[in-house]
């Protein structure tokens, strides 16, 4: 797509316009954000959970050093591995980012496929109860010693909503979710649903890409293997010298399975394997997050990502026209 065709951004009323690209992993949103940032004077606010995270640049897709001197892109590599970061911290950082990039008198591209990020960034976050040092131990140390999985399975007896939509490995978010349920006797969900501090001044198109199962798969796949081929093994390596085991880039997908072989208990095939079947579930569960929305415009890839830039071009003329 040229990169000088495109429209600055004008307010509608007191709202500016911004677009979210939206999709599971490997469906192509990154290049289909860039692509529309390029040509309508964009820039990108990543929405990704281990992008913000320095030195996992691999096993996370983050864009490279050279597109994101082509175009300005924000909320990455904001957090060491070892540190936290919550939908809160993303709602805070995405909505100055949005306010920066507007000021400069350019459009938004929201782009990244963390589901519930997107929702706390346009739609805010439920006030729900705060957190309890002593029952996050406490269930840390039942990951600790019996697996995520365990806790995983008690989240889904009384919230099965939201256990739907993690993955039984994801400790971190299972722990969060079992918390508030403990805390307040009321599930996630459950306040999820109540009113919300939602993000004044702007207006939305919201773009989904969606391949055939099987085709999707296939590229999901396929980028594993890329993965490996560009030296994801090497950036694991690394991350194990300088970060604890207990750090969030090790639950990650990818970096788990590696550090399994790393550490010798597996081998380098079923790391890839193992990446791979797990990539497909996260895929998944991203997709029946996003068929939730029913704001998304879904963009059909079986004619290939050509004809998808082509007929986001033309809607986003129309949304900025």
Do not use: N
Request: charged share 25%; aromatic share 10%; with cysteine.
């Amino acid at each position: 797509m040229p990169e000088d065709g495109g429209q600055k951004p004008v307010a509608g009323g007191s709202e500016y316009p911004a677009i979210a690209v939206v999709g599971p992993t490997a469906s192509g949103k990154t290049l289909l954000g860039e692509a529309l940032a390029g040509r309508f004077h964009g820039e990108i606010v990543a929405c990704d959970a281990l992008q913000v995270y320095r030195h996992m640049d691999i096993g996370t897709a983050k864009p490279s050093a050279r597109d994101r001197e082509r175009i300005p892109h924000h909320v990455l590599d904001l957090r060491e591995p070892g540190e936290d970061f919550s939908a809160g911290d993303y709602q805070r950082f995405g909505r100055d980012a949005l306010r920066a990039v507007v000021a400069s008198g350019h459009t938004p591209f929201v782009v990244g496929g963390t589901g519930f990020y997107l929702r706390a960034l346009i739609d805010g976050l439920f006030v729900g109860p705060g957190r309890s040092d002593v029952l996050r131990t406490r269930m840390r140390r039942i990951v600790a010693g019996r697996g995520a999985a365990r806790l995983y399975h008690a989240l889904a007896r009384v919230d099965p909503q939201i256990a739907a939509r993690l993955a039984p490995t994801d400790a971190e978010r299972i722990i969060r979710a079992y918390e508030i349920y403990l805390l307040s006797g009321r599930t996630m969900s459950w306040w999820q649903s109540q009113p919300r501090d939602r993000l004044q001044g702007f207006r939305w198109l919201k773009l989904g890409i969606r391949w055939a199962r099987p085709e999707l798969y296939a590229r999901i796949d396929r980028r594993v293997e890329e993965m490996f081929a560009q030296g994801f093994i090497e950036e694991v390596r690394e991350l194990m010298c300088r970060f604890p085991r207990s750090c969030h880039a090790f639950g990650a997908i990818g970096y788990r399975q590696i550090m399994a072989y790393l550490e010798e208990r597996s081998s380098l095939q079923q790391a890839i394997e193992d990446t791979q079947r797990e990539s497909r579930r996260y895929a998944k569960r991203q997709l029946t997050w996003f068929q939730s929305d029913p704001g998304i415009h879904w963009l059909d890839a079986t004619t290939g990502l050509d004809a998808v830039l082509h007929l986001a071009a033309e809607m986003v003329s129309r949304f900025l026209a």
